[in-house]
């Protein structure tokens, strides 16, 4: 609801709105990180212990850390939900848009329907476009790389950096990294093409985790760069998915699909936190790295070989 407002008020600029309002959504670790922290961990405990079936991961066992982390959730609950309530109250869209012109023609039984503001596809006409599955498809293989780097970054980092502070300053910067950088994605979408956005922000992003696992021999700043160089390439993954669902299948319902393609989202982040901990057992780091560059390389090839294609047919 909030991306389609922003993008209401901002029709030539969509890409850029859509990574205003999702800067938001990227600088929340930049907050909540130093929350957490300092309400969890205020005596700066390290990791401790490692047990024999998991011995890739390294744990906190102090009971008075572990008796604060429930009242943790309550804390950030309320601070989110206070935080919602005010926001949801001073959502406007433009004076020239309402729901009534947005819907008029929803009584056509066509796939194809054309309304002031161009062609769109209903919800349930979605699943008969071709480029619903491609870019679902690329969309569950970009966050399957998210969700594996976030759960796996700082238990790889907690293998040659101690202070478990400097670690949460690396997750405050990237944050920094991950919410700037995405209204220049939403730019760089807007100025070319999603094929060319999306071929760039992928290949970054795979050579970056192809030679993220050296940072354990150069040193904890090298790994603070390439943590937050991370960042910044791969937040490009949702102001260009949310940008190109409006190009590719119309303004009206935009909300509805653009949620329906999101579904990705929820299930590589099931997925991820499956399998990291296998993972990491099973091939180590190197692999693990490895392996989501793949994915990020095979959603470049994906879009190539079979590109999102507008209702028209153009190529987006």
């Not at 005596?43 to 604060?68: C, E, I, K, M, W």
């Not at 700082?154 to 040659?160: I, L, N, P, S």
């Not at 999603?194 to 993220?212: D, E, N």
């Not at 354990?216 to 490009?236: F, K, R, S, T």
Request: with cysteine; aromatic share 12%; hydrophobic share 50%.
């Amino acid at each position: 609801i909030a991306l389609n407002c922003a993008m209401q008020w901002m029709p030539d600029r969509q890409g850029f709105a859509a990574g205003v309002v999702l800067c938001g959504f990227g600088l929340g670790a930049l907050v909540f990180d130093p929350i957490q922290t300092a309400w969890i961990n205020p005596y700066g405990y390290s990791a401790n212990t490692t047990y024999p079936d998991d011995s890739a991961n390294v744990y906190f066992t102090q009971d008075d850390l572990l008796d604060r982390v429930p009242s943790c959730f309550l804390l950030l609950g309320g601070i989110t939900l206070t935080l919602q309530l005010i926001a949801s109250l001073m959502i406007r869209y433009p004076p020239e848009y309402t729901h009534t012109d947005a819907l008029k023609n929803e009584s056509e039984e066509s796939q194809l329907v054309v309304s002031e503001s161009g062609a769109y596809l209903k919800p349930t006409e979605l699943f008969q476009s071709k480029s619903f599955y491609v870019l679902w498809v690329i969309v569950l293989l970009s966050t399957g790389v998210i969700q594996l780097l976030s759960t796996t970054y700082k238990v790889f980092g907690e293998t040659f950096i101690s202070s478990d502070y400097f670690l949460t300053t690396v997750g405050s910067v990237s944050a920094l990294f991950n919410g700037l950088m995405r209204p220049v994605w939403g730019m760089l979408i807007d100025k070319t093409s999603y094929k060319v956005a999306m071929s760039i922000q992928a290949g970054l992003l795979s050579i970056l985790l192809v030679t993220f696992i050296c940072t354990e021999y150069l040193g904890e700043w090298l790994y603070m760069l390439w943590v937050c160089a991370l960042y910044g390439v791969l937040c490009g993954v949702f102001p260009i998915t949310f940008t190109v669902c409006r190009k590719a299948f119309g303004d009206n319902y935009y909300p509805t699909n653009s949620g329906i393609v999101a579904t990705a989202f929820g299930v590589a982040t099931v997925v991820a936190a499956a399998l990291s901990s296998i993972l990491i057992d099973d091939i180590g780091y190197v692999g693990v790295f490895s392996l989501i560059a793949g994915a990020a390389a095979l959603a470049v090839v994906i879009e190539h070989l079979i590109p999102v294609k507008s209702i028209d047919g153009t190529v987006l």
